[in-house]
Every structure is written in C-alpha cells, then in structure tokens.
Nanobody, 119 residues
Framework: EVQLVESGGGLVHSGGSLRLSCAASDFTLSFADMSWVRQAPGKGFEWVSS???????YYAASFKGRFTISRDKTKNVVFLQLDSLKTEDSAMYYC?????????????RGQGTQVTVSS
C-alpha cells in the first residue's frame, strides 16, 4: 500500500500563502501521476490539481492562477503552492495517486493536512 504523507498546512489570513508537501514511502513520486484533492467540512472531495509523469500540470478552473503544483524529483516530493488564499479554501488537503482523482469513490491518499484561512 502506498504511504503518502502531507504536511505544510496551517492557519493563515485571507490573501496569504502556504506550501503543502507530499512525501511517499516505498513509492517513487518522481514519474507518477499525482494529484491534490481537498475536502471542506460537510462537503465532498474536490479535485484541485494534478501533475503527470512528464511534468504537465492540470488545474480545476477554480484554482488556476492561484495554486501551483510541482514536484522535486531529487527529494521525491510533490508540492502544492497556495497563493491568494480565501476563507473558502479552508479544507483538509490530500495528495493522491493518479490524475484527475475522484476520492469520493476510492483513492490512494494520505491522511491530509489542514488548511484554515481566516478573514
């Protein structure tokens, strides 16, 4: 089973930034399709962004221009840079294996990292 560990969440004011990290054990992220998804309280999973094995990136329309997905192959880590954060971005953020991942069904994801944006 793939072990994914997210970090980097926290409390930030509206308009602020955070960088989330996703590390893996026993799995090479460097050439895999990886995604970030999120789940706000009382809501379903929402796909945020993906990066494929070639480094091409994909974003849900709501986040394009504010969030940036990337990876560091030397460290086997995938990142999600969150800029211009809004209160509605408050959610648990998860990294997951695959592209355009729908975690409402089933997905290989980590335990998540909490992002809270205050007004």
């Amino acid at each position: 089973e793939v072990q994914l560990v997210e970090s980097g969440g926290g409390l930030v004011h509206s308009g602020g930034s955070l960088r989330l990290s996703c590390a893996a054990s026993d799995f090479t992220l460097s050439f895999a399709d990886m995604s970030w998804v999120r789940q706000a309280p009382g809501k379903g999973f929402e796909w945020v962004s993906s990066i494929d094995g070639f480094g091409f990136t994909y974003y849900a329309a709501s986040f394009k221009g504010r969030f940036t997905i990337s990876r560091d192959k030397t460290k086997n880590v995938v990142f999600l840079q969150l800029d211009s954060l809004k209160t509605e971005d408050s959610a648990m953020y998860y990294c997951a294996k695959g592209r355009y991942v729908d975690c409402s069904a089933s997905c290989d994801r980590g335990q998540g990292t909490q992002v809270t944006v205050s007004s």
